[in-house]
């Protein structure tokens, strides 16, 4: 692999994860951060892979260097799924809050502010 094109790292990870390689493939999108850190696709894949592992608190600090440096709408929007899988509520809020104000739009983010409304109508225990 050329080592500053994150295209052949994505693509390296895609085809290892296609052959169910999740390990192998983790490890390729982790040596690719670790020369094109800010690389929107490596983070969001290895955050979406992580999270698929039931590792969201790791998948979603994966993506905090990328929303504090160069947020986008899809970041914002995983990092709201993130945090409320995480059980912290006013991030989930925060985040999905700014998705929308960056114009983002797409049902994975409405069904997820369908949840936070419905969570938030439910009554204490």
Do not use: C
């Given at each position: 692999?050329?080592p500053?094109?994150?295209?052949?790292?994505?693509?390296?990870?895609?085809?290892?994860?296609?052959?169910?390689?999740?390990?192998?493939?983790?490890?390729?999108?982790?040596?690719?951060?670790?020369?094109?850190?800010?690389?929107?696709?490596?983070?969001?894949?290895?955050?979406?892979?992580?999270?698929?592992?039931?590792?969201?608190?790791?998948?979603?600090?994966?993506?905090?260097?990328?929303?504090?440096?160069?947020?986008?709408?899809?970041t914002?929007?995983?990092?709201?799924?993130?945090?409320?899988?995480?059980?912290?509520?006013?991030?989930?809020?925060?985040?999905?809050?700014?998705?929308?104000?960056?114009g983002?739009?797409?049902?994975?983010l409405?069904?997820?502010?369908?949840?936070?409304?419905?969570?938030?109508?439910?009554?204490?225990?």
């Amino acid at each position: 692999l050329f080592p500053w094109d994150a295209q052949l790292y994505l693509v390296a990870s895609r085809n290892l994860l296609a052959q169910g390689a999740t390990e192998e493939a983790e490890a390729v999108l982790r040596d690719g951060l670790d020369r094109v850190p800010l690389d929107d696709g490596l983070r969001l894949i290895l955050a979406a892979q992580l999270e698929r592992q039931g590792e969201t608190r790791e998948a979603f600090l994966t993506l905090q260097p990328l929303d504090r440096l160069r947020p986008t709408g899809l970041t914002k929007e995983t990092m709201a799924r993130l945090a409320w899988g995480l059980g912290e509520r006013s991030q989930a809020e925060r985040h999905a809050r700014e998705a929308i104000q960056m114009g983002h739009r797409s049902p994975a983010l409405a069904n997820l502010l369908e949840q936070m409304v419905v969570a938030e109508e439910e009554p204490s225990a």
